[in-house]
């Protein structure tokens, strides 16, 4: 039986190596142009993540949520950390704090316009949380909790994620918002929207990541 499976998987490899894929023949137009059509965005990769792959998405986000969630619930019945290693020469913070000003900047201008050049909600979340963590490794952790607390960014945080999948879920049904002129600003439909939406999500939830971390191993 053994030799079986043997001839079967070495016919299916040659059949993917010699033969020709007709669908892909026929295309006279890219996909990259299909699904920049299709979305109304230059970006095409947006485009996918949130049109033509939003149901993954979905799911995506949720994971992301559970892993934070998890975070919390492996660290709770730990024991905080008295020690706290932080950079305490004066070149070092100011080198911090500068790059938390260039990825601040960054995540802003990923998160507006991830839908017309290279970047998107992700991205723009991990520059987000960044430059976060360059200012937690620079500040008082006292600081950081009260900033945390103050703002309220875990409730933002739990917004954002139900706004998510309440837009996502209205656009997998068929309503759509019109797609406008493509490359400007305002363009893509609900697009933009969900990139700001998983940007919030994704440095907030970066946000809490690191104050757990800090506050039960005394590292980031």
């Not at 994704?202 to 809490?208: C, D, I, N, T």
């Amino acid at each position: 039986m053994k030799w079986l499976y043997l001839i079967a998987g070495i016919a299916f490899l040659v059949k993917m190596l010699v033969m020709k894929n007709p669908t892909l023949e026929s295309l006279d137009v890219s996909i990259v142009e299909l699904v920049v059509q299709d979305s109304g965005v230059p970006n095409a990769v947006s485009g996918i993540i949130f049109r033509n792959r939003l149901y993954d998405t979905i799911f995506e986000v949720v994971v992301f949520t559970i892993a934070i969630m998890g975070a919390k619930f492996l660290l709770a019945n730990e024991q905080p950390s008295t020690l706290v290693r932080q950079f305490t020469d004066q070149p070092s913070i100011v080198l911090a704090r500068l790059g938390a000003t260039i990825s601040a900047l960054v995540c802003i201008e990923l998160a507006i316009r991830g839908h017309l050049s290279p970047g998107g909600g992700f991205a723009a979340g991990v520059a987000g949380g960044t430059a976060i963590g360059l200012i937690a490794i620079t500040s008082p952790s006292e600081w950081m909790e009260q900033v945390y607390e103050r703002w309220k960014a875990s409730t933002w945080e739990k917004i954002s994620v139900l706004v998510f999948i309440v837009l996502a879920a209205i656009t997998l049904v068929g309503i759509e918002l019109p797609q406008g002129e493509l490359g400007t600003l305002v363009s893509g439909g609900i697009i933009p929207f969900l990139n700001l939406l998983v940007a919030l999500k994704v440095a907030l939830g970066s946000w809490a990541v690191i104050l757990v971390f800090i506050r039960y191993r005394g590292l980031l």
